[in-house]
């Protein structure tokens, strides 16, 4: 019997093993893969506004506590790998965020910009003869580096002011930076590296002060807490988003599927690894608010056009 147990022994112990890598693989790489969809609807449609940026700062600060609670409690090093993996996904998805917005910005203002370019070179260039398709074919090369050149040397030569380049005229009108440390415009910057500027302080800031208080308990547990209750409320800037909105176009509901799929395996992994009691907790209230966003999509499903249309995306 003994020779028939032992190797019934080695083969259980080895289906575990790849029970528990294939369960690793999976908390450390799942998470990140909600937002596949919500990344390619972004870049598909040009349009950032159905989704609400403040679920990348909600999972930024998540993370980041997360990797500092680590020190003070070394948990299981899945959790630290997706943690890490998935504060690179969210710098790629504000990057994109930003830069449709910019773009999405920038395009008013070009075309009006375009309209005023040419009816300028059409009187500079043609005075007497510039037809419609002529001045058509200015508006299509108004941005050509050769034509611009040829604009300022005649206008310099003439003595008048030339016309500023359209790159300029296409910058928006007021640039929200980090460094301003205007509150109002909090997680709204222009530009991405003020996000990356954000992090950097946040980082350095919150990793000093950990490495000083590591042996305090009280503030190693708190970090833990804050940590796990911050991730477990990234669905609720969605969430107050779509109800403002009265509608949840623009919003992959993919996205939320795989929410609620990951936070349910997520949950049933902490306890079944015995995580510190602060994950379980927070992992239940996440699943609480996924299924309060899909309730929002089944409730609104008839409205196609946001009830209002905010100038930024939130």
Same mark, same amino acid.
């Given at each position: 019997?003994?020779?028939?147990e032992?190797?019934l022994?080695?083969s259980?112990?080895s289906?575990l093993?790849?029970?528990s890598?294939?369960a ?13 969809p ?28 997360r990797?500092?609670?680590w020190?003070g409690?070394?948990?299981?090093l ?9 504060? *690179? $996904?969210?710098?790629?998805?504000l990057?994109l965020?930003?830069?449709?917005t ?14 005023k ?5 059409? /009187?500079d260039?043609?005075?007497e ?11 299509v090369?108004?941005?050509g580096?050769?034509?611009r !050149?040829r604009? /300022? ?5 003439r ?5 500023? /380049?359209?790159?300029?005229? $296409? ?5 929200h ?15 991405f590296?003020?996000?990356v500027?954000?992090m ?7 990793g000093?002060?950990t490495?000083?208080? %590591?042996d305090?308990?009280?503030y ?8 796990? *209750?911050v991730?477990?409320l990234?669905g609720?800037?969605?969430f107050?988003r779509?109800?403002q909105? !009265? ?13 609620t799929?990951g936070?349910?395996? !997520? $949950?049933?992994? *902490?306890?079944?690894? !015995?995580?510190?009691?602060?994950f379980?907790?927070?992992g239940?209230?996440q ?7 899909? %309730?929002?999509?089944?409730?609104y ?8 249309k905010?100038?930024?995306p939130?």
């Amino acid at each position: 019997m003994d020779s028939i147990e032992f190797p019934l022994t080695l083969s259980e112990v080895s289906i575990l093993d790849l029970v528990s890598w294939i369960a690793s693989g999976a908390m450390i790489f799942g998470g990140i893969v909600p937002y596949v969809p919500q990344y390619r609807q972004i870049k598909r449609t040009e349009n950032a506004e159905g989704f609400s940026t403040y679920v990348c700062l909600a999972l930024l600060i998540a993370n980041t506590l997360r990797i500092f609670f680590w020190f003070g409690v070394h948990f299981e090093l899945p959790l630290l790998a997706q943690s890490i993996i998935m504060n *690179f $996904t969210m710098m790629v998805m504000l990057h994109l965020c930003t830069r449709v917005t910019q773009l999405n910005e920038m395009s008013t203002k070009r075309r009006a910009f375009l309209g005023k370019a040419t009816e300028c070179l059409a /009187d500079d260039l043609f005075p007497e003869k510039a037809s419609r398709e002529e001045k058509m074919e200015l508006l299509v090369f108004a941005e050509g580096m050769a034509i611009r !050149k040829r604009l /300022d040397g005649a206008e310099l030569q003439r003595g008048k002011p030339h016309l500023k /380049d359209a790159s300029s005229q $296409t910058e928006p009108e007021t640039v929200h930076r980090f460094l301003d440390f205007d509150y109002r415009y909090f997680w709204k910057w222009t530009k991405f590296r003020d996000y990356v500027q954000f992090m950097c302080v946040f980082t350095l800031a919150g990793g000093y002060v950990t490495y000083m208080c %590591l042996d305090l308990p009280v503030y190693v547990e708190s970090v833990g807490f804050l940590a796990v *209750f911050v991730e477990a409320l990234l669905g609720a800037p969605q969430f107050w988003r779509n109800f403002q909105n !009265k509608c949840t176009v623009g919003m992959s509901v993919k996205m939320v599927g795989f929410w609620t799929s990951g936070d349910t395996f !997520k $949950t049933g992994y *902490f306890i079944i690894n !015995k995580a510190p009691m602060q994950f379980w907790i927070c992992g239940l209230l996440q699943v609480g608010i996924d299924i309060a966003i899909l %309730l929002q999509v089944w409730i609104y499903r008839k409205n196609l056009h946001p009830a209002t249309k905010p100038t930024k995306p939130i």
